[in-house]
């Protein structure tokens, strides 16, 4: 049986930053204190066609679902900040968020929590585990929140205040009862530059419309996107980063250390004409171990014809 729970809790989080994790915390496993939000917000429509959020709606709401048993959660970020070049011709350039530049994080993310998880293990044979990244039905931010890796901030974004908001999450949910961190405190203020920002009005304080959102409507959407938002959607071909890029807390945001996440595009961008020119073989090789790919060729390409069509007001 596990001796000291303390020193086991503050090993774990050392062997968390020894993976190459930027910020480590531990939450306990608690319900969902934002169910019967999650639940009206799924009621409103505001999912889109992201129908999966709803299907496993006891386990993302709950955390001992996901796993039986489960008292605590160690929360994972990983900073994927890096320097980007100007783009070399801008009028036919499409932007790309930040999180999709360099290797599928997934594939970063997912091994080294399995090797935290393992570690664990062998720490505290009684314990059982189970990893998670954000393909999981598991409410990632809020249990990050409650870890004190940061909080959520009026765009929907987990923020610390020392890295800022450019953080891809993971999470290791364990029976054993770690002590918890405190909870991350919310210094958004009134500050509201994240909600004007947004060229969609995707964003009321705390809350994002998907439907709206520039990220879901060039991802996650399928169908004809509404004539009346194409045209505020500026030059983004995949994602969105702009509630991030004016947010206070990023101006000082630093350099990721993992070269996985150094952007296989130099300048974040990519040149439309050459896109709509992709074959399958060019999508493949180009985009061989990114995020990307969860955008199909037709898809990838139909935003790159909406881009040069003029349909944008905002680059």
Known sequence: MTKDLHHLASEAKRRGRELGFDLVGIAPAQPSQYREYFRQWLDDGQAGTMAYLAARFEERTDPSVYLPGAQSVICVALNYFAPLEPPADAGSQGRIARYALGDDYHEIIKPRLHQLSDWLRQQAPEAQTRCAVDTAPVMEKELSARAGVGWIGKNTCLINQEIGSWLLLGEVLTTLALPADSP??????????????????????????????????????????????????????????????????????????????????????????????????????????SAMKRVKLPVLQGNAARILSGGRTHG
């Not at 004016?246 to 896109?275: K, M, Q, Y």
């Open 184 to 289: 991350g405190i919310d210094r958004c203020g009134t500050c509201t530059r994240c909600l004007e920002a947004c060229p969609t009005q995707a964003l009321t304080p705390y809350r994002l419309d998907a439907t709206k959102c520039i990220s879901y409507l060039t991802i996650e959407h399928s169908g004809e996107i509404d004539p009346a938002l194409q045209g505020k959607m500026g030059n983004w071909l995949y994602g969105c980063d702009i509630c991030q890029e004016v947010c206070p807390w990023n101006r000082r945001a630093p350099w990721t250390n993992d070269p996985a996440l150094g952007p296989r595009f130099p300048s974040g961008t990519v040149d439309l004409r050459e896109t709509l020119a992709w074959t399958a073989d060019d999508y493949r090789r180009t985009l061989r171990k």
